[in-house]
């Protein structure tokens, strides 16, 4: 049997736009993932200790408001406060193109638009899990 | 990994190495046995395993949120474990009892961990014991352990926690009369949550029916409205009353011994599955009874070489 990979699917700020990001979890949880769900409106520091202390291999975030150009990063900021670093961040959401670049270089591993297969998403969390415990092993 | 560092690390009460350290036990990495041997018996000792089980939407992760927020009141450091099953079909799983303890996140007194069943039966995951040690070792005083149970499979919960309580809510009457022959005589306490709705007295009458003896009653049933947070003092101080009265008679004892013989018969069970698995698909018998085949296969694999040990003893000696 596959590893029982673990990630985290969160909403960070005011956004209480979840579907989106139980879709994911359900879709992940149905591709074989331990999905630990957090509800919305965190802040980005309780995404950060949540992650932690589960141990996730990966932290999914999602944001319908536009408001994620300040927040996705904000949460890679706050996991390496926290001292989970090597921990991968992805996003998805109502993003345009445009700001896709701005937020790989701020460090989040992928991004997802409403167009994204949700394939190449499940794809995209198993690259990200295997690469993070692949690392961690050594 | 550095299994010493991480041990240190984790007594420090560090959440990062609490939290790898359930992983590799969770894993069955040998880092994982190696920690859990090197863990500080006397923290085991002194926590207090509160089992939390119920039927789901009985208001069991908002009470626990509500005990938590009590606990660090009074100062102490609280471990929660919450499991979910796992899907059956894809062995995944969604795990979303954090959701209502989120505001305990950013408190470093309070550690939770979700765990998925794994396709073990009976409500817990089969590292749930040893998740429970890591906690306490890592100094939380007190450890919840939640999970789901409508009847039947909270026995698990039961035979490992030091002291189960069973959550209940209106509307689950029916529920009631079926768990009547099980839970209801097990659990230490029973709580009536959301006693504020409409229902409540009804609940109340089917478990003063369940429970005939009025001390009985008056001992094991509480009353509380979680959300509000109403009576989770009481059943607190409940808890801590009924753990006084069974380290000093002696019974706390008797439970522990009894939960860790049940998880060395469990995890032995388990290391036994893949050579057993093995063995039979190598015999490749197509005319003998699975029983009979069953009793010489696992005769030949246990029993005959514990006699032949005794023998070779008593030779030697």
């Known amino acids: 049997m596959d590893k029982r990979y673990r990630v985290l699917i ?19 949880r149905d591709a074989g993932f331990e999905v630990i769900y957090t509800g919305i409106r965190r802040t980005v520091d309780e995404i950060a200790a949540a992650a932690i202390q589960e141990d996730v291999a990966a932290v999914g975030l999602s944001s319908m408001s536009g408001a994620h150009m300040r927040l996705f990063p904000a949460v890679v900021e706050a996991l390496a406060r926290a001292g989970g670093a090597d921990i991968p961040v992805l996003g998805g959401g109502i993003i345009p193109d445009e700001d896709i670049p701005a937020l790989k270089n701020a460090g989040i591993t992928a991004i997802f638009t409403p167009g994204t297969p949700i394939d190449t998403i499940i794809e995209a969390f198993r690259a990200a899990c295997r690469t993070h415990l692949g690392q961690q092993a050594r | 990994m550095n299994v010493d560092f991480l041990v240190q690390a984790l007594h420090r009460g560090d959440a990062r190495s609490v939290a790898r350290a359930i992983t590799l036990v969770e894993e069955g990495d040998a880092g994982g046995t190696a920690i859990l041997e090197q863990l500080d ?55 979303g009892d954090r959701v209502r303890m989120m505001r305990h996140a950013l408190d470093p007194g309070v550690a939770v961990r979700s765990m998925a069943t794994r396709g073990r039966l009976g409500g817990l995951c089969s590292a749930a014991g040893a998740a429970v040690r890591i906690m306490a070792a890592s100094g939380c005083r007190v450890v919840l352990l939640e999970t789901v149970g409508v009847g039947q499979s ?28 099980g839970i209801l005589e097990v659990a230490d306490l029973l709580v009536i949550n959301k006693a504020d709705q409409p229902g409540a007295q009804r609940l109340r009458l089917d478990m003063a029916a369940a429970l005939r003896d009025p001390g009985d009653r008056q001992q094991r049933i509480l009353e509380t409205v979680a959300s509000e947070g109403r009576g989770v003092t009481e059943l607190l101080d409940r808890i801590f009353l009924l753990e006084e009265a069974l380290r000093d008679g002696g019974a706390l004892e008797r439970r522990r011994r009894r939960s860790r013989e049940l ?15 093995q063995r039979i698909r190598d015999r490749n018998e197509k005319t003998r009874d699975p029983r009979e085949l069953a009793r010489e296969i696992v005769e030949r694999m246990v029993i005959m070489p514990a006699q032949a040990a005794r023998n070779d003893d008593e030779h030697g000696s």
């Not at chain 2, 998880?263 to 698995?277: G, H, N």
């Open chain 2, 41 to 95: 018996r006397e923290r085991i000792e002194q926590a207090l395993l509160i089992g939390v089980t119920g039927p789901p939407g009985a208001g069991k992760s908002t009470l626990c949120a509500q005990m938590i927020g009590q606990l660090r009141d009074r100062d102490l450091r609280v471990g929660i474990v919450a499991i979910d099953p796992s899907s059956p079909l894809s062995g995944g799983a969604i795990l």
């Open chain 2, 154 to 181: 909270e026995m698990d919960i039961v035979a490992l926690a030091d002291i189960t309580i069973m959550v209940l809510a209106p509307g689950f009457g029916d529920e009631i009369q079926a768990m009547k022959a």
């Open chain 1, 10 to 28: 969160g909403k960070p700020g005011l956004d209480g736009h979840d579907r989106g990001a139980k879709f994911i979890a359900r879709a992940l």
């Open chain 2, 263 to 277: 998880e060395t018969l469990d995890q032995a069970l388990e290391l036994l599955r893949e050579p057993l698995r």
